[in-house]
């Protein structure tokens, strides 16, 4: 992958959008870079280095460090092929770069050698979530989580909790996760905070989730996830200005898809079209210019705004063909139904509700697409599921929930 904070300087300033903080992050990257262990010709010395920069570019938000770490993980494995160390630091970069039947296949060669072993059995556990196999990925995490009850296996634990609609259980796990997370990494810190208040979120608990973001936001007064968090409570408020500088904040210090559209929605909800084009030409760029490896959030944006709407179907049904869990089949419905193929986009959705997941945007779809194929009773049960589950789970289609309904009743 390409190191695209460059390109990116130059986007942001065709567009006319402040890129201070922006720079400021990248000269943290670069004073963080040059922190990596001084090379000898050992296997361990470029492991160190690898799992610096993968610190570093969890810290920073910039991307390209992980192809540095990588970089560094082939000359280990060519100066040590059977290294262990290395092959987990590998499993763990196929995770970073969504190459998951790669990290599936190594992490179980690793497992064999090492059944012991805690880290191996949650990169088994990611990567069989992220290909939908859910059964290997709960025996997976119970696993991790007997052998090491640690910070990484109750968020692995909370996640899959949540997957199968356990609320409650999830921010149990992750609330555990926030106590005994290393004091001295911030980012983990911050990092279980930020999940703890998405999940939150996910049910409506929004105070909760304000406090849980605050609390992320005081042990890691920068991070982007964070401020991310608390833009999405104001925006939710009603307090647009200080949502959009949270936002604004965030997406300077990393530009993730996430973040440029959620600020291109407020821009689209505050009637300020032109900002809000400009945030999702900008997001075409990152996952279509810079070599980004997940294109689903793109093909949502595309459906939810009535564009490129072949394009959107495409990239999901691309996705979908070898990546088999319900978040993607969630965007194949849509995509599907934006399309005009009902019955197929009901399959579709189907399939992405098969865990009983509580996430209102599955809702949401799954009422849309029953509302256009005559199904009244199940439309209205879904899209009220959908409000009542959060209510603020995207600032545009929530009125398409709303409208609708007024229809069906």
């Known amino acids: 992958m390409k190191n695209y904070i460059p390109i990116f300087f130059a986007f942001i300033l065709s567009l006319n959008l402040s890129c201070s903080s922006l720079q400021n992050a990248a000269s943290e990257t670069v004073i963080a870079s040059k922190k990596v262990a001084k090379l000898d010709d050992s296997a361990t010395s470029y492991n160190k280095n690898a799992a610096e920069f993968i610190r570093n570019a969890r810290i920073s938000g910039d991307f390209s460090l992980n ?39 190594l992490g179980t060669q690793l497992q064999k050698e090492a059944p012991g072993d805690s880290f191996i059995y949650g990169v088994l556990t990611d990567a069989n979530v992220e290909l939908g196999n859910y059964d290997a990925a709960v025996s997976n995490v119970q696993k991790m989580v007997d052998l090491k009850p640690n910070m990484s296996s109750y968020t692995r634990v909370a996640h899959v909790r949540s997957l199968h609609g356990d609320a409650e259980g999830a921010i149990e796990s992750f609330t555990t996760a926030t106590k005994i997370a290393d004091p001295a990494d911030i980012e983990a810190q911050a990092w279980c905070f930020v999940n703890l208040g998405n999940e939150q979120t996910k049910i409506g608990k929004y105070a909760e989730a304000e406090k849980s973001y605050e ?194 009743n």
């Open 215 to 408: 609390s992320a936001l005081k042990i890691f007064p920068s991070y982007p996830a964070g401020m991310v968090g608390k833009a999405q409570i104001l925006a939710h408020q009603g307090n647009y200005e200080n949502a959009i500088a949270f936002y604004v904040n965030a997406q300077n210090k990393t530009p993730l898809i996430e973040t440029v559209i959620e600020l291109g929605n407020l821009y689209a909800k505050t009637n300020d079209i032109e900002k809000a084009k400009q945030q999702y030409q900008l997001a075409e760029i990152i996952e279509q210019k810079l070599g980004n490896t997940d294109q689903r959030r793109l093909a949502l944006l595309w459906a939810d705004n009535d564009e490129k709407l072949t394009e959107a179907l495409e990239i999901a049904t691309k996705e979908h063909s070898f990546r088999r869990d319900i978040f993607t089949a969630d965007i194949l419905a849509w995509c599907l139904y934006k399309n005009g193929k009902f019955d197929e986009a009901k399959t579709a959705i189907t399939e992405a509700m098969r865990l009983k997941t509580k996430d209102a945007r599955i809702f949401y779809h799954a009422g849309m697409i029953e509302k256009k194929l005559g199904n009244s009773k199940e439309a209205k049960r879904f899209l009220t599921l959908a409000l009542e589950t959060n209510p603020a789970f995207d600032l545009l289609q929530i009125g398409n929930v709303k409208d609708a309904l007024k229809e069906l």
């Open 67 to 105: 192809t540095n770490a990588e970089n560094s993980i082939k000359k280990a494995l060519e100066l040590d092929p059977e290294n262990f160390d290395s092959k987990k630091l590998q499993a763990s970069l196929h995770l970073t770069f969504h190459r998951f039947e790669e990290a599936l296949k």
